[in-house]
């Protein structure tokens, strides 16, 4: 399934909205306006003209699924087709020219557009689309979101023209836009890089817009950070990401600093003597131990052998003192947070809950595999320059995917496009 929901041709203006079955006429029905309005009467207040108000960013949508170029393609298509005046609610028959996205972008700014992308966003709390039942989860996790993170490149299509510096950098046109590593699809690769925080079921709550150069590490905090300001009222239980976050200091960073549990793809790890080779205590004689509890509250993790080699050779019982003891269990052992979180860390390898969480990391491939497609259609209309107006950009189609999921649950009642939570 694809993000970008799939319009039928048009006909006429009066079939277009007489024919119930019309998905491109119904997703726009479905926009509760009042969403929008709110924010507009703020960034627009006082007698003076009110910029067309919700009807404007209306059309904003109407150019992410339509997939128009520019503003001034987006002006032109308004003025001839009769369809999108109607549904965006220019119904007085005047549509705005190209330089009042300019003006509206200028009253918005980024933090109107953060506004209204939260208000549809608790839209779909309300529809039950953001804590939804996760899959194959101990009955013991966590409540709360599972986030999933990633990054993806944008290509700049305008202000590219660059000058070498002495020092070997560049510099460009537009001093935001930078190079990045290569990629096979991009030849070119100058421009920037949005990283994003998104649900499980896909829906987008954060991104961030940054130089290409710059690597996703540095900006994961940043994610979170605004995370927390922008929807203090969720609470968030584990955070997914590749193996390219798998360092120490945001292992620890995301559970000290924001309370979440970091669900990170390890790189090779290699455990001292007294571990298995996935991380797991030996007991004096060898055995692997049995995890009984993780206490948060103290950063350990107790291990216990439940005196397991009673049932081994006779000749090793002697070998160990804890068999004599009247308690339950034998030998205990603590791994301790701050020794290793990478490796003694609140989801160690070993645990249950990275070993049901970790799969997910095919649904980030796959969820970020149908985002970059979207996001590739952001990036051939991605004609802005700076990066509040790239940002802005970036999350104009974050609102169309948000919008895209409530869309097609209201159809079908599917949960997700990405994963199999309706059972």
Request: charged letters at 25%; glycine letters at 6%; hydrophobic letters at 30%.
């Amino acid at each position: 399934m694809d993000y970008q929901i799939p319009f039928p041709p048009f006909s006429s203006f009066y079939e277009d909205l007489s024919d119930l079955k019309n998905d491109f006429v119904n997703y726009f029905t479905m926009i509760q306006s009042h969403q929008i309005q709110n924010v507009m009467k703020q960034a627009y207040p006082g007698p003076g003209p009110t910029g067309y108000g919700t009807s404007l960013f209306l059309s904003r949508i109407l150019k992410v699924k339509q997939t128009f170029v520019s503003d001034r393609v987006l002006a032109k298509r308004l003025s001839e087709n009769a369809t999108y005046r109607s549904i965006c609610g220019f119904n007085k028959g005047q549509t705005p020219s190209h330089s009042t996205y300019t003006t509206l972008r200028g009253h918005l700014g980024v933090e109107g557009y953060k506004a209204i992308h939260r208000n549809f966003v608790f839209e779909c709390d309300k529809l039950g689309l953001l804590n939804t039942p996760s899959p194959n989860l101990p009955k013991n996790a966590h409540n709360g979101l599972i986030l999933i993170g990633d990054s993806t490149p944008i290509r700049a299509y305008c202000s590219t023209k660059g000058e070498k510096r002495p020092d070997g950098s560049w510099l460009f046109t537009d001093p935001s836009a930078s190079f990045g590593r290569p990629h096979h699809r991009d030849r070119y690769p100058v421009g920037h890089k949005a990283h994003s925080l998104i649900t499980l079921t896909g829906i987008p709550l954060v991104s961030v817009v940054t130089p290409r150069n710059e690597s996703d590490q540095d900006h994961i905090f940043e994610l979170l950070t605004q995370l927390k300001q922008r929807f203090p009222e969720f609470s968030y239980a584990y955070l997914v990401l590749d193996a390219g976050y798998d360092t120490e200091h945001i292992h620890q960073g995301i559970f000290e600093g924001y309370g979440i549990i970091p669900i990170i793809v390890r790189k090779k790890l290699t455990y001292p003597k007294g571990f298995s080779k996935d991380g797991i205590p030996l007991c004096p004689l060898g055995y692997k131990m049995i995890k009984a509890v993780v206490d948060y509250k103290r950063r350990r993790t107790k291990y216990i052998c439940k005196k397991i080699c009673k049932t081994k050779e006779q000749k090793l019982l002697q070998l160990c003192s804890y068999l004599k003891s009247d308690k339950e269990h034998g030998f205990i052992k603590y791994t301790r947070f701050k020794e290793s979180y990478r490796k003694f860390g609140p989801a160690a390898p070993h645990s249950i809950i990275y070993k049901r969480l970790k799969p997910l990391r095919t649904a980030i491939e796959r969820s970020y595999g149908l985002v970059k497609e979207n996001r590739y259609r952001m990036e051939w209309t991605n004609t802005y320059m700076g990066i509040d107006n790239v940002t802005m950009h970036v999350i104009e189609h974050d609102i169309a995917l948000t919008l895209d999921i409530m869309f097609e649950y209201k159809k079908t009642g599917k949960l997700s496009p990405l994963l199999k939570l309706n059972c």
